[in-house]
């Protein structure tokens, strides 16, 4: 069992808003604003999408936007394009483990 | 480019030794932690373990420490993750991924690049 948890699947039609969420806890998502979001496609390695909770890396779209409130991190994709269809994963620092990060369990989304 | 190259895809048998490679490339590889992950078939990502290869300081997360072990060469800025005797359950795809920096040269809480992964498949 993961420490953080995500919906296992999420779907959206293109050009449609979704939202995927991470809920942790106070030693974790709420306590730091260092969450990160994770893309992989079939096959692939992940990629960085968002880091500190709501920074784009240089490269990204702007259709990806992260938030938190409280002990729940979120990932918003707008916009919604065939391309996104991927897994997404969550992390946190956390200061409840002597590897200070924990993931999420991750999140498939389906572009219908 | 900033890129951390993995070795191939490895079949083992149960019980025998391995040790697989991450080999970055430009960048100064004795300054950014390398961390390792798991993916299970089908499954989530977890976190191994970490290291700096400036000193080899190293850290294991509580699920894999005695498990494996963690290591890195900077004369050929390469890391290395080794198992003395693989079980069936050591079946996964194994990344090696950087920690980033931030601008005034502290490290930060989030990884890129990541390798493209190495499969490790144990079975007799």
């Known amino acids: 069992q993961s420490a953080l948890t995500q919906p296992a699947s999420v779907s959206g039609s293109p050009g449609q808003s979704i939202t995927i969420s991470c809920t942790g806890t106070?030693?974790?998502?709420?306590?730091?604003?260092?969450v990160s979001w994770y893309q992989q496609h079939p096959g692939k390695a992940p990629k960085l999408i968002i880091y500190?909770?709501?920074n784009r890396p240089s490269g990204v779209s702007s259709r990806f936007s992260g938030s938190k409130s409280g002990n729940t991190a979120s990932l918003t994709i707008s916009g919604l394009q065939a391309e996104d269809e991927a897994d997404y994963h969550c992390?946190?620092?956390?200061?409840?483990?002597?590897?200070?990060?924990?993931f999420g369990g991750g999140t498939k989304l389906t572009v219908l | 480019e900033v890129q951390l190259v993995q070795s191939g895809a490895e079949v083992k048998k149960p019980g025998e030794s391995l040790k697989i490679s991450c080999e970055g490339s430009?960048?100064?590889?004795?300054?950014?932690?390398i961390a390792w992950v798991r993916q299970m078939p089908g499954k989530g990502l977890e976190w191994m373990g970490i290291?700096?290869?400036?000193?080899?300081?190293?850290r294991y997360s509580p699920s894999f420490k005695g498990q494996v072990t963690i290591s890195a060469d900077k004369s050929i800025s390469t890391a290395y993750l080794q198992w003395s005797s693989l079980k069936a359950s050591d079946t996964a795809i194994y990344y090696c991924?950087?920690?980033?920096?931030?601008?005034?040269?502290?490290?930060?809480?989030?990884?890129?690049?990541w390798g493209q992964g190495t499969l490790v498949t144990v079975s007799s």
């Open positions: 991924l950087r920690r980033g920096k931030s601008s005034g040269g502290y490290p930060v809480n989030w990884f890129d690049p």
């Open positions: 430009e960048y100064t590889f004795t300054t950014y932690w």
């Open positions: 290291i700096y290869p400036g000193d080899s300081d190293t």
């Open positions: 106070s030693s974790d998502i709420g306590g730091y604003n260092y």
């Open positions: 500190d909770v709501s």
């Open positions: 992390s946190s620092y956390t200061s409840s483990s002597t590897l200070n990060w924990v």
